[in-house]
């Protein structure tokens, strides 16, 4: 009995070794096939996230930026060293003579001139002639005759625009080849008119603008010699007052710091402006010391018209700012500008504004003050310094 069941123990770990020795030859992770009737699990969704292929986009162009417009520069003036307006490249030049007696005052639109010359006539009275480019006024005047110191003076602005009342008739042939378009009454009068407030021969009016509508071929605004900065130039000595005189005449400048201008009389007493309550103002005064001789030409009562020389050289002083120098003037021939050189051979800026110009015989002189000799010589900078109570540039000497 007790063999018969160890046979049968052994045979039953045979019968189990072979089993496991089977079992092994099968790999161990084989996927069982799915049981019939079992649900069936569907393939996963792409994910939302997952990059999809596009079509091909075409880049966004860049723009083109708009290019900024070059500002035109300001046109400025030749005459004043302003400013005129945008766009503006030249003006055409009017040049008008006025009576300068005390029946002329007040002036109209003279405070628009960019130049004004102030030139001795018959019996020591003066005239002026106004230079208009920069703004032409609709009235100015009292408008009087020409005289010869005109045909010179006015060359060197080309061939400006030229009114004037009249002139002595055996100068019209002086005027008839002179460098002017003519726009006297005796050309052309529509643009004149007379002023019933005023009283003959102080009441001749132009305007200015239908002046140089007319005058279609008058020379536009060009370098004439003047230089302009609204620096100070160095060694100008104080000088607030000038005074001019002639023998029935007289022209004044006082310097006015507040406005720092000049400001003018004429014949003793303010110069007066229609348009302006203190009177005529300049920014730069000229006395410019001329030959003077008489000429061919006397007026009814013989008076003899003396003729200024304007084509040269000469002295001159210089006042703006309050300051004095004294230059030099040279002007080679009739259509070339005029230049004013200071004393170390610098051009003489001018101070941006009107000028004021007094043609004044060299036998005349003016008094300036507290500059109490400016056509004496500048002392050399040794004295200068070892002088008693020397005092530096820009005081008086």
């Excluded at 001139?113 to 208009?132: C, Q």
């Excluded at 002595?168 to 002086?174: A, D, G, H, P, V």
């Excluded at 009068?189 to 407030?197: C, K, L, N, Q, V």
């Amino acid at each position: 009995m007790r063999t018969r069941g160890l046979a049968g123990a052994l045979l039953l770990l045979s019968a189990t070794g072979l089993l496991a020795a089977c079992t092994g030859n099968f790999p161990t992770t084989a996927t069982s096939a799915p049981t019939a009737g079992a649900p069936t699990t569907p393939a996963p969704e792409p994910s939302p996230t997952a990059p999809l292929a596009q079509e091909p986009v075409e880049p966004t162009p860049t723009p083109t930026p708009t290019p900024t417009p070059t500002p035109t520069p300001s046109w400025v003036s030749p005459f004043t060293g302003l400013p005129g307006p945008e766009g503006v490249t030249d003006q055409p030049v009017l040049i008008v003579k006025l009576d300068n007696t005390r029946n002329a005052q007040p002036h109209a639109g003279l405070i628009d001139a960019d130049v004004v010359y102030v030139e001795e006539v018959e019996y020591g009275i003066t005239r002026l002639a106004a230079v208009f480019s920069s703004t032409v006024p609709e009235r100015i005047g009292p408008v009087r005759s020409a005289r010869i110191t005109d045909i010179d003076l006015v060359a060197q602005y080309g061939k400006p625009a030229f009114a004037y009342s009249g002139a002595q008739r055996k100068m019209f042939e002086s005027l008839d080849s002179a460098s002017i378009i003519d726009v006297s009454p005796r050309r052309w009068a529509t643009g004149y008119s007379r002023d019933s407030a005023r009283r003959a021969p102080y009441n001749y009016f132009l305007d200015g603008a239908a002046a140089l509508a007319h005058a279609k071929e008058a020379s536009v605004s060009r370098d004439i010699g003047f230089v302009f900065s609204p620096d100070i130039p160095a060694g100008g000595r104080i000088a607030t007052d000038a005074q001019m005189e002639w023998s029935y005449a007289s022209a004044g400048f006082e310097y006015k710091p507040r406005r720092g201008t000049y400001a003018v009389s004429l014949n003793d007493e303010r110069a007066g402006a229609e348009e302006l309550k203190a009177g005529q103002q300049a920014d730069t005064v000229v006395i410019q010391y001329v030959e003077q001789r008489p000429s061919i030409f006397y007026d009814k009562g013989g008076g003899n018209t003396p003729h200024a020389e304007t084509i040269g050289s000469g002295r001159a002083i210089v006042l703006r700012d309050g300051l004095g120098w004294k230059v030099r003037w040279e002007r080679p021939k009739g259509k070339v500008g005029t230049t004013f050189t200071m004393e170390d051979g610098q051009p003489m800026p001018f101070k941006p504004g009107q000028v004021w110009v007094v043609l004044l015989d060299k036998e005349r002189k003016a008094t300036v003050t507290p500059w109490t000799d400016p056509l004496a010589p500048a002392p050399s900078p040794s004295t200068t310094a070892s002088s008693p109570g020397a005092t530096p540039s820009g005081t008086p000497s």
